[in-house]
């Protein structure tokens, strides 16, 4: 039957099966339909079907998009809302409800008096995904108004009955709130997110710690029986929280045998070289264990006299006479975080995002995703010790070495909160401690196939690009393949068996030596810091871990491999110097020099361990981060490079879409692994000409060529015996080769080139002048004698730092691949750490002072009205033009086209005429137009000297 529109907006009534008249409160029948006010958007007639709700709009009410009553606006009108994306339905009293959001002012202006109504009213509570970032999810809330009371309370009724017969959402949870996380913000960040839970109707038991440890006891003390009335567990705070009560609960509850420790690994065959074995007859002692740990969690995990947690039966689980069975893998109980913590690499790699609202609402919505579980066992603690063993969980990482160095250092500093990783792990980079160890994993099909350590290459730098199998290279994402699929393996155990143990015989391969970190990373381990994770294609559930070993290498190389962990795109496993192997399980030795090894954040000290994998042992409250999000991250990839990603992912057809109807995204940033000769030649001419020079002068000190005095900045010398090379020298000599050289180095490199690049773009006159009006400047400086200093070139280098800061102010900077700072920082971010390293402040004060100079009389003296006076002079122009290189579009003078390189022809007179080839003569320099060849005239901003 056809609705009439008119009687919905003259009368609106609920209409059932089509009929305009009363509500019909029969929770029997299919559809519900009426007609209702709808906040902000006007009248509309709503229809509940078996899977949603629909939308019909009527008339041509205002709509701004947006509606008062709730968290966050609507951003536009649907048409549709999914029960699978309705948390909660409220009925509100009697009250107001707008449909314009105008001002009194502008409806004055208009003629249109307020439209609303008073009125009975309910809200519909649901989601939305952020349009830049989709798994972002913003509240929305959607108000509904009707004059009768009884319509209104049929909604109600219905849309929760419907919303009951959602699969899978909790109903009481156990809530840990740990009140010290991250900022300290944990409470606030509960109080933030639990309106969503009542919304929800999800009952909550809320439990604040009161210290380490506190979690942990309540779980492993916790009765099963007591825990099976709860859908699950949330923690709101950091990765180490959620480890605690992740061991609370597994410890005295997962029941299978414990991985092979490393002496049960035997050479099976010496002729076999790597081909170690597990020793059947070896046979592990299983006792109490002592806690030789210092982590707060295990000093009070004390209850009925006894440390339970460490009671192991003969099969190396914990028996603590727990009523029943907990079954595991545990597909309904669930687990979740509320992120509050420094990092929470956890909730990065499960939602995409850090951001509690959108954790709370996949909670609330029954979104699970099963997830790898690492069970780490310790055998010794030190080298005095017995063998013993002794269990831990993590689920997202397990690092030695400098990984926990970084959180042994860190636990120092906790009152400064998530900056304490950028102050500990700068300090233990610079620290570069390596550690002697062996490591046995488990060989892989993959691995055999696709080795990724080619023996016998090591400390060559950059590994040549191996073609990673297709597999390797598959994104986790919503209903991954890879995940999905459960392995022979894995369908065919039992949860009490090891997750190897249908392989067969498995084989053990080795790696010994000296290495800066070992880790297993158990998930990609996204975090701000680290945009791709330490492995970008690792899985939450495959049930592998990512053994990384990273050898012992210089200072520099591990710095590469660190800023192609902090940037995204980047490809820190392509080095000869990192070990990458997919595996489900290890053992590990350490000799000599120990350091302490990181459990998801949390310190664990083991001299002699193993470690293996549980494919999917707990749920875990999230839908995963599409690749579809993924994908809307990259702006700018060409056709060929989207095809390139269809043939190496596992797309839906989504993905395909958006992959070809999304305005063009940007490619992750691959390593440019260019020759080094190619390198060289695409740097532009005046940061490689400086480069070049302090790298010979430091070369030909280094071999002795010169005494450093000889070309030292001596005002005497300079002034009485007429040596006045010093005066430009000086600023070549950046200190013997050194890592404080290679910095410099690199800052020329990077920034020198970025600006010639940029603001200073067909602008090499102005450029040249830059560093001469800084060399001057400095100069002049250093004749201040509490000023002065024998080398000027720490300065200069300074300076264009001080100016690139100044030129990028908001470019995203990483510095160690550490810190994340704005450009504009840059500067006195390296003034404090040559603070804190002891280095002489002076040098880097001086650059700035030039740097400001030059800026404050090129730039920001013209843009506040001054008079632009501080032109690159006309000898500068006559300079570049001799020199042949580099190009200045609005130069004063003509370059000679056949000049090619300095001192090419001392024979041409500048700036006059002279005979080509052709025997043509030059014209007048002072009327020449830029080369159409070289582009456009002054590419760079209107207000930057040289400008036009
Ligand atoms: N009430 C409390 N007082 C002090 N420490 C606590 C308390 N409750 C828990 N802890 C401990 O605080 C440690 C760190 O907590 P959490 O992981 O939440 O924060 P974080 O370390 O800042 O974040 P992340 O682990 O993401 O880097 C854990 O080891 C936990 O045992």
């Known amino acids: 039957m056809e609705i009439n529109r008119e009687d919905y907006k003259s009368d609106p009534k609920v209409v059932e099966s089509g ?62 809302i999914r029960f699978s994306d309705v948390y909660g339905v409220e009925f509100i009293n009697y009250g107001l409800i707008n449909v314009s959001r105008r001002s009194k002012a502008e409806q004055c202006f208009q003629g249109r008096a307020s439209h609303g109504s008073e009125m009975y009213r309910f809200t519909v509570h649901s989601f939305q995904k952020s349009r830049g970032q989709p798994c972002l999810w913003v509240l929305a809330v959607y108000s509904f108004g009707h004059k009768d009371l009884q319509t209104c309370q049929t909604w109600v009724d219905r849309i929760n009955a419907s919303l009951n017969l959602e699969m899978g959402r909790p ?34 038991k809320v439990i604040v710690t009161e210290r380490a440890g506190h979690a942990f006891d309540e779980m492993a003390s916790a009765a099963n029986n007591e825990l099976k009335s709860y859908n699950g567990v949330i923690a709101v705070g950091g990765d180490g929280f959620f480890n605690e009560i992740l061991n609370g609960f597994l410890l005295s509850r997962h029941k299978a045998p414990q991985p092979p420790s490393p002496s049960d690994i035997v050479h099976s065959d010496q002729s076999s070289g790597n081909g170690l074995f597990r020793n059947p007859n070896e046979r592990v002692t299983e006792t109490t264990c002592q806690n030789e740990d210092h982590s707060p969690l295990l000093s009070n995990s004390v209850y009925n006299g006894t440390r339970q947690a460490n009671f192991r039966t003969e099969d190396g689980t914990c028996n603590i006479g727990q009523d029943f069975e907990f079954p595991l893998p545990g597909e ?10 420094s990092t929470d690499a956890i909730v990065m790699c499960t939602t995409g995002t850090r951001d509690p609202i959108t954790s709370a609402l996949n909670i609330v919505l029954g979104k699970k995703v099963c997830l790898d579980i690492a069970q780490v066992v310790r055998w010794k603690t030190t080298t005095a010790s017995d063998i013993e063993p002794y269990v831990r969980y993590a689920a997202s990482f397990a690092g030695y070495g400098f990984y926990g160095d970084v959180i042994a250092e860190s636990e120092k500093y906790r009152w400064m909160g998530p900056k304490r ?62 995940c999905n699929t459960k392995s022979d393996y894995m369908s065919k155990r039992s949860p009490c068996s090891t997750p190897y143990s249908s392989l067969g015989e498995t084989r053990w391969l080795r790696s010994k ?78 000799f000599g020099k120990q350091s302490v090894w990181n459990l998801d954040g949390e310190l664990f000290q083991a001299h002699q361990l193993s470690a293996q994998v549980f494919r999917g042992l707990v749920s875990f409250a999230s839908q995963p981060v599409g690749l579809t999000a993924e994908l809307r991250k990259w702006s700018g990839i060409n056709l060929g490079q989207r095809w390139w990603f269809l043939a190496h992912h596992i797309v839906s057809q989504e993905d395909v879409a958006l992959l070809f109807t999304i305005p063009p995204p940007s490619p992750p940033t691959a390593l440019k692994m260019s020759t080094p000769g190619e390198y060289y030649r695409s740097l532009p001419p005046v940061s490689k000409a400086y480069g070049v020079a302090c790298l010979m002068t430091t070369a030909a000190y280094y071999l002795g060529l010169y005494q450093a005095s000889s070309i030292a900045l001596y005002y005497d010398d300079v002034i009485k015996r007429f040596q006045v090379w010093r005066l430009i020298t000086n600023f070549f000599f950046l200190g013997p080769f050194s890592f404080p050289f290679a910095f410099r180095l690199i800052i020329i490199a990077r920034y020198g080139v970025q600006l010639e690049r940029g603001p200073f773009d067909k602008r090499t006159a102005d450029f040249v002048w830059m560093f001469f009006f800084g060399a ?18 720490v300065s200069l280098v300074f300076m264009i730092v001080y100016i690139w800061g100044r030129e990028f102010p908001n470019a995203q900077v990483s510095i160690y691949g550490l810190v994340s700072l704005k450009g504009f920082y840059l500067p006195w971010a390296m003034l404090a750490l040559d603070l804190i390293f002891g280095n002489p402040l002076m040098p880097d004060i001086l650059g700035m002072l030039a740097g400001h100079l030059y800026y ?93």
């Open 332 to 341: 309904e109980f669930r687990f979740g975080i509320i992120p509050a913590g």
């Open 513 to 590: 030596g000296k290495f800066l970190s070992v880790g297993a990373a158990i998930i990609s381990n996204r975090n701000e810091r680290a945009p791709d994770g330490l492995v970008a294609d690792a899985h939450l559930s495959d049930g592998f871990l990512h053994l990384l070993m990273i050898r012992d290498c210089p200072h520099a190389l591990y710095l590469w491999h660190l800023t192609q962990l902090a940037k995204r795109g980047g490809q820190p496993l392509n080095f000869e110097f990192v070990e990458h192997h997919k595996t489900p399980a290890f053992t590990f030795t350490s």
């Open 421 to 482: 990783y950028d102050y500990a792990g700068t300090k233990v980079f610079l620290r570069h401690s390596s550690y002697e160890a062996e490591v046995a994993y488990i060989e892989t099909e993959s691995e055999k196939t696709n080795p990724t350590v080619e023996k016998g290459q090591l400390f060559s730098g950059l590994r040549k690009r191996q073609g990673p199998k297709k597999s390797e290279r598959v994104v986790c994402r919503t209903n991954c393949g890879v």
């Open 19 to 80: 009929n305009v008249g009363e509500a019909t409160s029969s929770a029997s029948s299919s559809v519900l339909k009426s007609a209702l006010l709808l906040e902000n958007v006007g009248d509309v007639v709503l229809t509940l079907n078996s899977d949603g709700l629909s939308l019909e709009f009527l008339g041509s009410s205002y709509n701004d998009g947006s509606i008062t009553s709730g968290i966050k606006p609507v951003q536009k009108f649907v048409n549709e």
């Open 171 to 204: 109903k009481k949870l156990l809530v840990f709130i740990n009140p010290m996380s991250g900022k300290a913000n944990g409470r606030r960040t509960w109080e933030m997110v639990a309106p969503i839970f009542s919304r929800a109707k999800v009952k909550t």
């Open 856 to 948: 404050f009389l090129t730039v920001l003296h013209p843009l506040s009205g001054g008079k632009f006076i501080f032109k690159t002079p006309i000898w500068v122009h006559k300079l570049v033009a001799f020199w042949g290189e580099g190009t200045q579009v609005n130069a004063p003078v003509q370059r000679d086209p056949s000049a090619g390189t300095a001192f090419r022809g001392r024979s041409y007179r500048l700036n006059g005429t002279r005979n080509n080839s052709a025997g043509q003569a030059q014209e007048n320099p002072q009327t020449q137009q830029p080369d159409s060849n070289n582009g456009v005239a002054f590419r760079g901003r209107g207000y930057r000297l040289g400008g036009q």
């Open 776 to 793: 001057l400047s400095l100069l002049v400086m250093a004749a201040v004698p509490f000023l002065w200093s024998g080398f000027m070139g």
